[in-house]
């Protein structure tokens, strides 16, 4: 138990002395996971909102599969854009394998289903609301999207909260895609893995922490900004 | 509405394709390799000097040997480095590899807890400290991840009377991962394993394990150097990764290999012909 403490008094030290290589990492795991979050939003978003005013066959099975999707271990979406990437596979020639790039696709595949399960459910609740409304005023289905969207847009605050939070803390698909290369690929999770391998796992867990604590501030400068929001909003 | 969304996919796509030029080096190759020299810190050690001598930038994927194989042959990077010999010549034959040099080497010790149950400490013969172990019915925790230290252990096996897959789930504990988690796991369960030095004597949470044997020619641990074949591989960088592959078998490179220690111990030994 003593490797907690000294996990503690690690964790500390990196953040206090702005130790350069896990600023470089910090930055690199918010730049991914970020931008993935951000396209994840992109695509799933419109598609939950889709989903969630139309009604058409198949509906209830397309609901399960995206629930289900949602379950994705990290490993397997890592697997799958390897051999799409690899130099080998179909998409090889873009040569992105092992760079950030081939990162953020693994974790918005990762995320997508999350962010379109979740707004699918948020925006569903809200359009039994306006549905009326929308039948009166003639909304193209584009309209109701994109209207839907933006009337709940601080609920889907906390939507996307939920797929970063699955990003940044997922080690499986960024390890295959990324490799793990020092000052080019390494970020939070796979550095910790590295450190547990090397039995260093006071370090490990000090920087478990640190992404514990990363993953704390993005949560709160959110919800402070949708507070403020708020408040403006329905002042 | 319309344009806003117009302006995040434009915003997305700049985005992407900033960190992919941020990415994209000039000179820069890529080495799959084998995890314990990137464990046991050497690159750390050799790849600045490399970079300052020629500015080649080389980023390594520390995986398995099985794996960093596998890699290779689908053509994901310019250099393989590597420990199994037998897999390396094939790798040679089947065109995929340029030519194989001995790089360095080191040896492959088995570790224990202090107690050692199955009372193998001393022994300086390979095949009857794990006799032994298995007699014993004392636990024994194997990497079973095809890598470089799990082919060297199952030969090894093979040479005994044991069949260790006759006791696995039980005795024999197959972790499926790298060096480091199968000695954290042997750590735990108080099981014996095989390592190579060098991870062993950069790995930090020992415990109460020490070296139990060692000192058997068939522990020798040989790497090689490959320059993946640029006929099989156009996308190989063919002037950087012959320059990594010369400049680590040339005097420059041997000698900073040599010089390499931790805890005042060597770690690898090179010998390039």
């Not at chain 2, 570790?111 to 300086?124: H, I, N």
């Amino acid at each position: 138990m003593q490797d907690l403490g000294e996990a503690f008094r690690l964790a500390l030290s990196l953040v206090l002395s702005g130790d350069a290589d896990l600023v470089e990492i910090v930055s690199l795991s918010l730049r991914v996971s970020l931008t993935a979050t951000g396209a994840a939003c992109l695509i799933g978003l419109p598609l939950g909102a889709l989903v969630a005013i139309t009604r058409f066959r198949g509906r209830n099975a397309v609901l399960i599969l995206v629930n289900a999707l949602m379950g994705l271990p990290p490993v397997v979406v890592g697997l799958i854009v390897y051999l799409h990437l690899s130099r080998a596979g179909p998409l090889g020639f873009l040569g992105l394998l092992y760079t950030p790039t081939a990162m953020i696709i693994a974790q918005t595949i990762l995320i997508t289903p999350i962010i379109m399960a979740l707004s699918r459910q948020v925006l569903e609740d809200l359009h039994a609301e306006y549905a009326e409304q929308f039948r009166s005023l003639v909304l193209s289905r584009r309209q109701q999207v994109a209207a839907l969207i933006w009337d709940a847009r601080f609920s889907l605050l906390t939507v996307g909260l939920a797929g970063f939070g699955r990003a940044v803390a997922e080690v499986g698909a960024v390890m295959i895609v990324g490799g793990n290369i020092d000052h080019l690929t390494r970020v939070m999770t796979t550095a910790i893995a590295l450190e547990t391998s090397r039995g260093d796992l006071a370090l490990a867990l000090g920087l478990g922490l640190v992404l514990m604590v990363i993953a704390l501030g993005v949560n709160a400068m959110v919800q402070s900004l949708r507070m403020t929001a708020v408040r403006h909003a329905y002042a | 509405m319309a344009s806003r969304i117009r302006l995040g996919v434009t915003a997305a796509i700049a985005l992407a394709l900033g960190v992919a030029s941020v990415a994209a080096q000039d000179q820069s190759i890529i080495v799959q390799s084998t995890t314990s020299t990137a464990n046991s810190g050497l690159y750390d050690d050799l790849l600045p000097i490399f970079t300052d001598e020629t500015g080649i930038q080389v980023n390594v994927v520390a995986v398995g040997t099985g794996q960093a194989i596998k890699n290779a042959r689908n053509c994901d990077g310019d250099v393989l480095l590597v420990h199994a010999k037998p897999a390396e010549e094939t790798f040679i034959a089947d065109g995929m590899g340029v030519e194989r040099f001995d790089l360095m080497y080191n040896d492959f010790v088995i570790v224990g807890p202090l107690e050692d149950p199955a009372g193998v400490r001393g022994m300086t013969d390979a095949q009857g400290g794990l006799e032994k172990i298995a007699g014993a019915g004392a636990m024994f925790a194997s990497r079973g991840d095809d890598s470089g230290t799990h082919k060297k252990e199952m030969s090894l096996w093979g040479d005994t009377d044991v069949d260790p897959a006759s006791g696995s789930g039980e005795w024999y504990r197959e972790t499926g991962s790298g060096m480091g988690a199968t000695l954290n796991a042997a750590v735990g369960m108080d099981a014996y394993a095989m390592t190579d030095r060098a991870t062993w004597i950069s790995f930090g949470n020992k415990d109460d394990f020490e070296i139990l044997v060692e000192g058997d020619e068939d522990l020798f641990n040989q790497y090689g150097i490959i320059l993946v074949n640029p006929e099989q591989c156009e996308n190989v960088n063919v002037e950087a990764g012959q320059s990594f592959v010369d400049w680590m078998l040339s005097d420059t490179g041997q000698a900073a290999i040599s010089a390499y220690e931790v805890e005042g111990q060597k770690l690898f030994f090179p010998n390039a012909k």
